[in-house]
């Protein structure tokens, strides 16, 4: 078995822990980021450590943020460094949970199965990585230092999938949080994360863990076997993996089974107390402004009719059936209003909060020894993944009738209710069911090869190696759903009458198989529908992506001359890639068949680059008075694109280590991310915004006793108010009862460019040399800011809305209004296209200790502590606005923290854990922030605290688990995350949520979960 691996700092998702390495022996205080298998405060000897480039070379090793090979593990910037048994202790079952932890992120947000439903980069199923919060497409993602390709479904493929990991073989994971560009290319902006497999591993191992969280459901398995050979001149080490995560439901936990709006009537007042019925009337679940949809109800023209909770006579546009002759003017039916219409059907909650997925994983590697061409070997990896995802879609199917259609009742049969759509032939439609259809089924697939291989081996001269590696990447994806056909909605619901009574398809001559909607009654509007027209309206649908990656990458590094630190040393090098997709939508969507879907166009379309780079190593002083050791680390990087053409970045960083254990250090530098295919090329793809998005919608204006209040419009507001009346629509009385229809768009026709950044940091750490009967102490302080220009971004539909409605010189077809349309209905489509404008800005502190110390009986005693307080996190969408400062809102916490115990006791390590999210009141000014002027409406803050809770608690996370080694060849682990089942917070309807709580990946919807790991070697 695989001896235990931990690390001197606290795993950041299991209480990890990053700080600078300053060179040191043996005897000192060990430096925060280094492997420390047995938790004794020393690091380990490099020649039992793989290399971050995937090699075995004893006595030389290379570390995440450079290319040189040291003799020893140290590093000019702080890397965290995560190993197997800090994932097994903290009860990850994945590297991708690991990785995607609050503690690692620092609070930002990320890609996971909690986006079951929602048009996610990568598609449904895809789980990503981005560092300070700068996104998945900023940070880069290595497999034994090189990069991992994108993998996914649909068009918009841009990031690595963490899902394509191997978890049982991995050594370590070193996350460097600083710019890289000048040593490995684009994208590593915010940072670089690269995987690291144990390439010492000898035997065969087998392993085996599941998580259980408490409520029962969404039980997560994996099985595993890794095993290593040495045969001489032959090494080959390898695992198989296979994991299975059941979905957790939406009813299988509480904060989803009553969605309520959660308005407030004053600051302070609680929770729902505004809503539209008393605090714990369950009709406030499920309403259309909260998880909600229309369904069992017909619309139709305005009517005379008799409420249906009132009882009174009134003017209606929404009845639902009624058994009997009630109704009055309306028979058979009674009149609904707005919160009084069914909006709840139980199957929506078979919806998944927590998507299931499978994965099938394999890894290989090889090395040969040549024992020619300077002592060379020659080496290949494989990685190959299959990954199964789901998540069924519940559907709202509205069924709109002809004028004069036999279908109708005849009350009904001659109105005009809306203009003609594309299901009604170009008729007038006199009414609309509004019918609750059930689930849909959704999948995903995706398969995933990374092929690679080399050379290497020592030149002539003295410490000169030299490497040669070609690989290529397949990703293979198909999305599966199940979606209504626009033209067979169209062909059923155009019907004729028979003599006998029946009905047929008009179009029944040409297209045989239409089967005809079903006559307009209680059973169909309550969504009792007849197989065969469910069967025909209803289509299993495919699309498909492919993605090809090409690299190769050849490098020389060695020692140029002595220098009174030690000797210089230099790496030079070549490298190329090239990147090609394919994606194809499925013809239907192609066609904009799919009905209330997204319609796409193929994705296509390929890039290449030619890079050069160097990096250079001074250790200009050492062993000397305040000058124990003073190094410089340069480099630079030459890159040409096809797309955009050329560019130049560089990285100056540096340590002055004053004495033995008191140093400071910095770096500088630039960084570039091209534009990825599908930023570059993604056909014109189609999403959704939700209805109260639209900037005329009456939700959006304040009321008072549930009227308008125009006297309480902010200048904004005013301003769109008159906008909305120019186009003759009442923002007092108009209520956008439709999706917002959007559209993506590459941007390589418009000359789409790479962004650019600067990086900068500076930190000073201490390790002072404390009596050894006391232990040894770590402390780090890094203070870090990050800015990226010429920003790659989409303007957003709710930008797009907001400049076009809120112009003082308002002109409907000019300006960002000739980005949107209204049709007859008013439903609103907004064309959404990438563009090179945005300006990020991140900067922060990042504080983190350590404590070591041996109490009785060799027992060991290890506390770390990390925390990360962001100082700014500052976005401009376009250069004439004011940047606006997200920091310390909801979903970008401006705080963050964890705390690590570890106690080893003979063969047993007993681990305490602890994360935070700081609680978090900045939504309310952001959301009042005037990007054109630079200030907060404060009258708009205060009416948002008045009527909305959008502010979160401080949040914490407890774990603990004990690892027992039996033997040497038995190794068992169990344990409990969320040791207090912390639910997420509650937050009012006005932002993106899940039920009551936000969709965010800092909190935590499984709940109690228990865990265990059995590990066996032989």
Not at 92 to 114: K, M, P
Not at 528 to 550: G, H, V
Not at 698 to 703: E, S
Request: net charge negative; charged share 20%.
């Amino acid at each position: 078995m695989r001896g235990s691996t931990s690390v001197c700092a606290a795993v950041l998702a299991a209480g990890f822990f990053a700080a600078p390495a300053f060179a040191q022996d043996s005897a000192a205080a060990s430096p925060p980021d280094c492997p420390d298998q047995n938790s004794d405060g020393i690091c380990d000897p490099e020649s039992t450590i793989s290399s971050a480039d995937g090699s075995d070379t004893a006595g030389a090793i290379v570390v995440t943020g450079s290319r040189i090979r040291r003799d020893e593990y140290s590093t000019v910037e702080p890397i965290t460094v995560v190993t197997a048994d800090e994932i097994t202790q903290a009860g990850f079952n994945s590297a991708t949970d690991a990785l995607q932890s609050t503690e690692v992120t620092a609070g930002a947000g990320q890609i996971n199965n909690y986006y079951s439903g929602f048009v996610v980069d990568g598609g449904t199923g895809a789980n990503t990585l981005g560092l300070r919060g700068l996104g998945p497409a900023r940070t880069l993602i290595l497999l034994n230092g090189r990069r991992l390709a994108p993998a996914g479904t649909r068009g918009a493929v841009l990031s690595a999938d963490l899902n394509v990991l191997p978890t049982a073989i991995i050594e370590r994971i070193e996350i460097l949080k600083a710019g890289a560009s000048s040593i490995y290319g684009s994208d590593a902006i915010a940072g670089v994360v690269n995987i690291i497999t144990d390439q010492k591993l000898r035997g065969l191992s087998l392993q085996a863990q599941v998580n259980v969280p408490e409520v029962g459901a969404g039980i997560d398995r994996r099985i595993a076997a890794t095993f290593g050979v040495d045969a001489g001149r032959f090494n080959l080490i390898g695992s198989l993996e296979y994991r299975k995560r059941d979905g957790l439901r939406l009813n299988d936990v509480d904060f989803t089974s009553c969605p309520i709006p959660g308005y407030l009537d004053g600051e302070g007042s609680e929770f729902g107390s505004a809503d539209p019925y008393p605090i714990g009337d369950p009709r406030n679940c499920f309403t259309l402004d909260n998880g909600g949809v229309t369904i069992n109800t017909l619309g139709v023209p305005t009517r005379d009719g008799i409420g249906r909770t009132s009882g009174l006579p009134g003017r209606f546009n929404r009845f639902v059936p009624v058994a009997g002759n009630a109704g009055g003017a309306t028979p058979g039916f009674l009149g609904v209003g707005t919160y009084d219409r069914d909006s709840f059907d139980p199957a929506s909650q078979q919806e998944f909060l927590i998507s299931p997925v499978k994965t099938y994983t394999g890894f290989l590697s090889a090395t040969y020894d040549l024992q020619a061409l300077g002592n060379a070997e020659i080496y290949g990896e494989v990685l190959a993944t299959r990954r199964k995802s789901s998540a069924p879609l519940y559907r709202q199917l509205s069924l709109d009738y002809l004028r004069g259609s036999p279908l109708l009742p005849a009350i009904f049969r001659n109105g005009a209710f809306l203009a003609p759509n594309e299901t009604s032939s170009g008729q007038i439609i006199a009414a609309r069911a509004f019918v609750g259809f059930g689930l849909t089924d959704s999948s995903q697939k995706v398969d995933y090869v990374r092929a690679g291989g080399g050379i290497r081996g020592d030149f002539a001269f003295p410490g000169w190696r030299y490497d040669v590696y070609v690989g290529k990447s397949w990703t293979d994806g198909e999305n599966n759903i199940q979606s209504f056909l626009t033209d067979r909605l169209a062909t059923s619901l155009n019907v004729v009458q028979n003599a006998n009574g029946t009905f047929s398809c008009a179009a029944a001559a040409s297209i045989a198989s239409c089967v005809p909607a079903p006559v307009l009654n209680a059973d169909t509007i309550g969504g009792r529908l007849p197989q065969a027209f469910k069967d025909y309206i209803l289509a299993d649908t495919q699309s498909t992506n492919q993605f090809r990656e090409t690299t190769a990458i050849a490098s020389v590094d060695g020692p140029l001359f002595t220098l009174p630190g030690g000797e210089a040393q230099l790496a030079l090098g070549l490298e190329y890639r090239k990147q090609k997709i394919n994606d194809t939508p499925d013809i239907n969507a192609i066609n904009g068949n799919l009905y209330g879907l997204t319609t796409s166009q193929p994705t296509r379309g390929t890039d290449s680059v030619k890079e050069a780079f160097a990096e250079l190593y001074l250790p200009l002083l050492g062993d000397r008075p305040f000058f124990q050791n003073l190094s410089l680390n340069a480099s630079g990087r030459y890159t040409d694109y096809d797309s955009y053409g050329s560019d130049f970045t560089y990285k100056v960083a540096g340590e002055w280590e004053l004495f033995r254990g008191f140093g400071f250090r910095a770096s500088y530098g630039t960084s570039y991310r091209a534009p990825a295919l599908a930023e570059q090329f993604l056909g014109a793809t189609s999403g959704f915004l939700g209805a109260g998005t639209d900037p005329c919608d009456a939700d959006n204006f304040p009321r008072a006793n549930g009227n308008p209040n125009p006297g309480a419009y902010s200048p904004n507001q005013q301003i769109r108010a008159a906008n909305c009346a120019a186009i003759g629509l009442d923002v007092a009385t108009f209520q956008q009862n439709s999706s917002i229809t959007t559209f993506s768009l590459g941007g390589a026709s418009f000359g789409l460019e790479a962004e650019t950044s600067r990086n900068w940091s500076v930190g000073v750490v201490a390790q002072p040399p404390l009596p050894s009967s006391i232990g040894s102490l770590s402390l780090a302080l890094d203070y870090f800011d990050i800015k990226v220009d010429n920003g790659v971004s989409q303007l957003g539909a709710g930008n797009i809305l907001s400049r076009c409605y809120g112009d003082t010189a308002f002109d409907p077809n000019e300006g960002f209004c000739r980005l949107q349309t209204r049709d007859a209905n008013n439903r609103l489509t907004v064309n959404n296209g990438y563009v090179n404008l945005s300006t990020d800005i991140v900067k922060g502190y990042e504080f983190n200790g350590r404590f070591a110390t041996d109490l009785l009986f060799d027992n060991r005693l290890t506390l770390n502590a990390s925390v990360t307080h962001y100082t700014e996190q500052s976005s401009r969408l376009f250069p004439d606005e004011f940047l606006t400062d997200a920091n310390g809102t909801y979903v970008t916490p401006d705080w963050t923290g964890s705390f690590d115990a570890t106690y080893k006791v003979g063969r047993a390590l007993l681990r305490y854990g602890l994360s935070w999210i700081d609680g978090s009141s900045g939504t309310y000014d952001y959301f009042a922030y005037d990007e054109t002027t630079g200030t907060v409406d404060e009258a708009l803050a205060q009416l948002y605290r008045d009527n909305y809770l959008l502010e979160v608690p401080d949040y914490f996370l407890h774990s603990a688990s004990v690892q027992f080694d039996v033997n040497d060849k038995f190794e068992f682990t169990f344990g409990v995350r969320n040791m207090f089942d912390k639910k997420p917070p509650r937050i009012s309807a006005a932002v993106t949520t899940i039920g009551n709580a936000p969709l965010s990946s800092n909190f935590d919807y499984a709940g109690r979960t228990f865990f265990a790991n059995a590990t066996v070697g032989f």
